[in-house]
């Protein structure tokens, strides 16, 4: 017969880009375990699912290429000659967060009168937010930024002085 699942998958050593994943190999049904598949589901901007086959003798996996706060789900099954096994129950763990690597898009001032602008942006490309994004930081009008959260895509400053140049900036923060 085909073997069992393999058991007592674990997530080690857990980064914003890599992971261990770990499992204890099955009953081999007296059939010798040749390898175990191993499946993972990651968004489509990444590539879409993931298979890959190891050797029966490892009973760990290094998977690098991941992308910073994304939700996985790994599945593993073991393979003998006779066939493959059922997959494991998913496992779903979710890599470390880093500070985006992109930035808001569109950023624009509007003139609303002589003292207020209007910032507005779009937010971050979402291969590129590197997690969830909390909060925005606009600067411009003092070194201090002003904090808003992550649902608010515009900012209207007032009380400004008449005739003078601002730079405004937008930093998305995870």
Same mark, same amino acid.
């Given at each position: 017969d085909v073997p069992d699942t393999p058991v007592n998958i674990n997530v080690t050593d857990l980064t914003?880009? !890599? =992971? @261990?994943l770990t499992w204890t190999e099955p009953f081999d049904n007296y059939a010798s375990i040749l390898g175990y598949r191993v499946f993972y589901t990651r968004p489509s901007f990444l590539g879409g699912d993931v !298979? =890959? @086959?190891?050797?029966g003798a490892v009973e760990e996996l290094i998977i690098d290429d991941l992308h910073p706060g994304v939700t996985y789900e790994f599945?593993?099954?073991?393979?003998?000659?006779?066939? !493959?096994?059922n997959y494991s129950d998913p496992i779903t763990i979710a890599t470390l967060e880093e500070e985006p690597a992109g930035f808001p898009q569109n950023l624009s001032g509007v003139i609303i009168n002589s003292t207020a602008i209007s910032v507005t942006w779009e937010p971050v490309l979402a291969n590129e937010t590197n997690?969830?994004?909390?909060m925005y930081s606009v600067i411009g009008i003092t070194e201090?930024?002003?904090i808003v959260n992550d649902t608010v895509l515009s900012v209207l400053f007032t009380e400004l002085k008449e005739d003078f140049m601002y730079n405004f900036s937008v930093r998305a923060h995870t």
């Open positions: 914003s880009r !890599n =992971l @261990t !298979n =890959l @086959t190891v050797d599945l593993i099954l073991a393979f003998n000659k006779k066939g !493959n096994g997690g969830i994004i909390t201090n930024p002003f």
